[in-house]
């Protein structure tokens, strides 16, 4: 455990991929699609041996939020954070970062979906704990990406530089949602 991580679950969205199993106040990261537990929870239980529940936080919008809170009671209703207006990941991750640095000068923040499928939960929090590492250990931006299978133009693209330490590697580039042509090369 780091006394400093703390990992943001990332969960806002509209509900609009899996209807009609999700809508408005519940979206697909609220669901149980395989197993008991709903994608957001198992998010938080994966993370879990890596730091307490008083150090995660969430950040949705105002229609899950209740729900999140009712799935996830181990939070306090101040570690769920809802959005005003949605406005995508990137200002999420900004008041992620400015409320953290806030409480914490030496915060390592994760930031992780809330609709994401870890096969090998282990081999996750090795992984993690690694970049971890990596982060406290100064200015670093570490991130976490799995060799792809098949074009994809849903998902950015991570190309690997030279070994950085341990199994890391420098990004060298880094292709956000490329076209087919450009995610088939």
Do not use: C
């Not at 209703?77 to 005003?84: G, I």
């Not at 799995?146 to 950015?156: C, Q």
């Amino acid at each position: 455990m780091s006394a400093n991580f703390y990992p943001v679950i990332l969960a806002g969205g509209r509900g609009t991929r899996f209807w009609p199993l999700s809508w408005k106040i519940r979206a697909k990261q609220l669901l149980a699609l395989y197993g008991k537990q709903t994608m957001i929870q198992q998010s938080v239980s994966r993370l879990l041996p890596l730091t307490p529940a008083k150090q995660m936080w969430v950040i949705s919008n105002h229609d899950l939020r209740p729900e999140i809170l009712r799935q996830l009671p181990k939070l306090h209703k101040d570690q769920v954070l809802a959005e005003p207006v949605g406005r995508n990941t990137a200002p999420a991750i900004g008041l992620a970062a400015f409320l953290l640095q806030q409480m914490d000068s030496e915060a390592v923040l994760g930031l992780f979906p809330s609709d994401h499928t870890i096969s090998n939960p282990v081999r996750f929090r090795e992984v993690l704990s690694e970049g971890m590492e990596i982060a406290a250990g100064g200015q670093n931006i570490v991130v976490l990406g799995v060799e792809p299978t098949r074009p994809e133009t849903g998902y950015g693209y991570i190309e690997a530089g030279s070994l950085a330490s341990g199994n890391a590697r420098h990004v060298r580039r880094f292709t956000e949602k490329p076209n087919a042509e450009r995610a088939r090369e």
